[in-house]
T-cell receptor, first 118, second 108 residues
Framework: DTGVSQDPRHKITKRGQNVTFRCDPISEHNRLYWYRQTLGQGPEFLTYFQNEAQLEKSRLLSDRFSAERPKGSFSTLEIQRTEQGDSAMYLC????????????????FGPGTRLLVL | LAKTTQPISMDSYEGQEVNITCSHNNIATNDYITWYQQFPSQGPRFIIQGYKTKVTNEVASLFIPADRKSSTLSLPRVSLSDTAVYYCLVDSNYQLIWGAGTKLIIKP
């Protein structure tokens, strides 16, 4: 399977703990996105990378959140000092960016990591 | 920032054509409209994308009027497996804005 993969699929943690999620995009895709989705809502854009450069961050992304994409391949999203409000599905997507705005590309999503903060 | 508005839910029956409309009053000149489908506990899946008039692929059609302030996703002859949430997406200032989605329930 050469689709987008995410690990872990589920994570339960206690408030105040740090968690890290991993996303492996489709191998030839240079753009990678992170979204957060809560129950009954659409995905909320968090950040995106073009290769290893983090080009955009949403205002939703507090200083407790950090994302990296070393070498332009896989990406990690870390949440420090988790809060109950961080409980959500964290989705990763990738696309093959050529030129033009992001929306002209098809984004391929992974299955998501469901986080529960107790 | 562009915002989208969709019906919260819709019901239909197998074999019927389903039309889901999305409003995007503040869409920018260069913005495209994209629709995704999402099943429970899965990531969204691309359905169709368009800029104006009509686009058709093997699973759906997308109708966009001249003023581009709305768009309609058309699913021909739906089946039970089309039960899902459908999202309308427009780009705005490089922060991708998703609608709340329309929960489509197909009944036998």
């Amino acid at each position: 399977d050469t689709g987008v993969s995410q690990d872990p699929r589920h994570k339960i943690t206690k408030r105040g703990q740090n968690v890290t999620f991993r996303c492996d995009p489709i191998s030839e895709h240079n753009r990678l996105y992170w979204y957060r989705q809560t129950l009954g809502q659409g995905p909320e854009f968090l950040t995106y990378f073009q290769n290893e450069a983090q080009l955009e961050k949403s205002r939703l992304l507090s200083d407790r959140f950090s994302a990296e994409r070393p070498k332009g391949s896989f990406s990690t999203l870390e949440i420090q000092r988790t809060e109950q409000g961080d409980s959500a599905m964290y989705l990763c997507a990738s696309s093959l960016g050529t030129s033009g705005p992001l929306y002209q590309e098809t984004q391929y999503f992974g299955p998501g990591t469901r986080l529960l903060v107790l | 920032l562009a915002k989208t508005t969709q019906p919260i839910s819709m019901d239909s029956y197998e074999g019927q054509e389903v039309n889901i409309t999305c409003s995007h009053n503040n869409i920018a000149t260069n913005d495209y409209i994209t629709w995704y489908q999402q099943f429970p506990s899965q990531g969204p899946r691309f359905i169709i994308q368009g800029y104006k008039t009509k686009v058709t692929n093997e699973v759906a059609s997308l109708f966009i009027p001249a003023d581009r302030k709305s768009s309609t996703l058309s699913l021909p002859r739906v089946s039970l497996s089309d039960t899902a949430v459908y999202y309308c997406l427009v780009d705005s200032n490089y922060q991708l804005i998703w609608g709340a989605g329309t929960k489509l329930i197909i009944k036998p």
